[in-house]
T-cell receptor, first 112, second 117 residues
Framework: GESVGLHLPTLSVQEGDNSIINCAYS??????FIWYKQESGKGPQFIID?????DKRQGQRVTVLLNKTVKHLSLQIAATQPGDSAVYFC???????????FGTGTQLKVEL | GAVVSQHPSWVICKSGTSVKIECRSL??????MFWYRQFPKQSLMLMAT?????????EQGVEKDKFLINHASLTLSTLTVTSAHPEDSSFYIC?????????????FGPGTRLLVL
């Protein structure tokens, strides 16, 4: 019989373009946010984090933006490379990074 | 820094047997470790939080007698799936964090894929 599974939101970008992955969170008390990258069959890999007293933080090729007014978080990846292909999860917590609540994830596909 | 390992990386077992998964923080002391479960194409679901030397705190709906967690040292936590059944087949991932402000980020292990026949 046919199997039915969940489908992750997918973002397809051309190699070299910039990627923007969005995340909406629901808990207005959340004060710590993290982006993780998960490749197939592997554990999540830390990318970048941001605290609620900031609205922007930059890393190597990545930038995280936080809009607390609308409870929105985004991850920008500059000059996307094939190695960036993975599922990206945002995670939020209250009280400084203790218990994390993960978003549903976005599949990033980089086309050559 | 902040490397977390898991062993085994995959395991196949018969229904009714118990399986132990180890999670180790290799280059830092982890006062808190977390165990997650992930089904295909889904997000991570927190199962329990364990602090070194104390009992684990389980999330609602997670059977503590089914999923035994031990955090005996600052670098090791174990998850034992007792009397495993096919519905326990999943990807189990641990994470660890230290106790200082600089180490509050959770760092994840590579995961353990469990298949119960």
């Amino acid at each position: 019989g046919e199997s039915v599974g969940l489908h992750l939101p997918t973002l397809s970008v051309q190699e070299g373009d910039n990627s923007i992955i969005n995340c909406a969170y629901s808990n207005s008390a959340s004060d710590y946010f993290i982006w993780y990258k998960q490749e197939s069959g592997k554990g999540p890999q830390f990318i970048i984090d941001i605290r609620s007293n900031m609205d922007k933080r930059q890393g190597q090729r990545v930038t995280v933006l936080l809009n607390k007014t609308v409870k929105h978080l985004s991850l920008q990846i500059a000059a996307t490379q094939p190695g960036d292909s993975a599922v990206y999860f945002c995670a939020e917590s209250t009280g400084g990074g203790n218990k994390l609540t993960f978003g549903t994830g976005t599949q990033l596909k980089v086309e050559l | 820094g902040a490397v977390v390992s898991q062993h085994p990386s995959w395991v196949i077992c018969k229904s009714g047997t118990s399986v132990k998964i180890e999670c180790r923080s290799l280059d830092f002391q982890a006062t808190t470790m977390f165990w997650y479960r992930q089904f295909p194409k889904q997000s991570l679901m927190l199962m329990a939080t364990s602090n070194e030397g104390s009992k684990a705190t389980y999330e609602q709906g997670v059977e503590k007698d089914k999923f035994l967690i031990n955090h005996a040292s600052l670098t090791l936590s174990t998850l034992t799936v007792t009397s495993a059944h096919p519905e326990d087949s999943s990807f189990y991932i641990c994470s660890a964090r230290g106790d200082s402000r600089k180490q509050e980020t959770q760092y994840f292990g590579p995961g353990t894929r469990l298949l119960v026949l």
